[in-house]
């Protein structure tokens, strides 16, 4: 069994040095800043999600590294949220102690407050980000068509105000739009919803990250 263990983590050791350009990319495009391996909390969160990714991936989800990609990702915006809201809580502590704390970068500020508003919009429909990584199409291709799919449905008034108002993707509509079948539509129907919200809402940090996992 201690032989067992030990290849484990030298098998780990090995995917994690040969894939680091990769997961340091996807934290740097994240976070919209340089990461560093030795000193930055993002990037052992990063590793914790390769991890996961490793013991839940299976063949039948396509590529091993753009699912590997979605569960770092959703495991950094989890966190980079959970840091805003004690971060709030920082700053106002140390506002009453009379500190005037620096402004956060604009950028990740931003995401801080699409993260926010997107899992609150999720939670209307009964998502999470989460969820958006299990329901993500496993094959390249789908998540594609899934990710136009939700873009051009966000732009039709009716279809976004037949969603809202049923708590659900209204698929027939929707597949006659996007001149694709209902079974595609049905099939990626709660992708579709949680990509198209990002769209509706106009989060621009998450529409380029939604794009970026192609």
């Excluded at 996807?26 to 990063?46: L, M």
Aim: glycine share 2%; hydrophobic share 40%; with cysteine.
């Amino acid at each position: 069994m201690a032989d067992e263990c030990r290849i484990c983590i030298e098998n780990f050791n090995e995917l994690v040095e040969r894939n680091l350009p990769y997961i340091v990319r996807t934290i740097s495009n994240v976070t919209g800043r340089y990461v560093s391996v030795e000193h930055d909390e993002e990037f052992v969160i990063a590793l914790s999600a390769f991890a996961e990714a490793i013991q839940r991936y299976n063949s039948e989800r396509g590529s091993f590294l753009s699912y590997s990609g979605l569960v770092i990702r959703s495991r950094l915006l989890n966190f980079l949220q959970e840091e805003k809201a004690a971060e709030t809580v920082s700053l106002e502590a140390l506002a009453e102690l009379g500190y005037e704390p620096e402004e956060p970068h604009a950028q990740q500020e931003d995401l801080h407050e699409e993260i926010q508003a997107y899992q609150l919009e999720l939670e209307k429909f009964g998502l999470s980000l989460d969820a958006m990584v299990d329901y993500s199409p496993c094959h390249r291709n789908t998540r594609e068509t899934a990710i136009l799919v939700a873009e051009q449905a966000s732009r039709d008034d009716k279809i976004v105000s037949d969603t809202y108002r049923k708590r659900k993707l209204p698929i027939r509509p929707v597949a006659q739009l996007c001149h694709v079948t209902e079974k595609i539509v049905k099939t990626s129907k709660h992708f579709i919803l949680g990509t198209m919200l990002i769209f509706v809402l106009k989060l621009s940090s998450l529409i380029f990250w939604i794009k970026e996992t192609r």
